[in-house]
Every structure is written in C-alpha cells, then in structure tokens.
C-alpha cells in the first residue's frame, strides 16, 4: 500500500513536470539568450526606474518645501493675530476666563 502511495506522488510530479514543460517549454529558447544581453536589458530597466524614482524624490521634495511655506505663513499670521489681540486688550465681547 505503501509503495502506491509513494507511485502516486511520483507520478502526480511527473506530470507536474511535463505540465510546466508544455506550458513554458517554448520559452526556453529566449531565455537562454547571452549574459550580455540580460546585463543590457536589467541595466535599461535599473536606468528607467532609477529615473522614475529620481522624478518622484523631486517632486515630493517640491511638495515638501511648498507644505513648509505655507505653515511657516500660517503660523506667522497667527503670531501676528495674537499680538495684535494682546495689544488692543480685552473686548466686550470676549467672555472673562475662569
């Protein structure tokens, strides 16, 4: 019983095996191509994303920088608004703190 079980698993990998070589068997040919032309084809994919990702720097950088302007702007015309509050004094309509 054993010995079915151990037949039944080699041959479930065999056809596992013939699968996959029917399925990408066409394939091989191309994939064997020279190192040369493997370097050649990751060196233009390493250039292009490492263009991708120098845009995308430069423009989270731009966006950084114009997020930095507008809270140092936000936070000068609130310093401004609470010294000009402080010096005009209390108001009327200001309701006294407890």
Known sequence: MFRMIRLGVLALA???AWTLYDKYGRQLPRLR???SEFAERTTD???HAARRVGAATHDATDAI???TTQV???VSD???DAIHTLH???T???PPSR
């Open 65 to 67: 920088k114009d997020l």
């Open 45 to 47: 994919a390493t250039q």
């Open 92 to 94: 009327t309509s200001t």
């Open 72 to 74: 140092e702007d936000a």
């Open 14 to 16: 065999g056809y596992g």
């Open 88 to 90: 005009a004094g209390p």
């Open 33 to 35: 191509t020279p190192m």
């Open 78 to 80: 609130a310093s401004d």
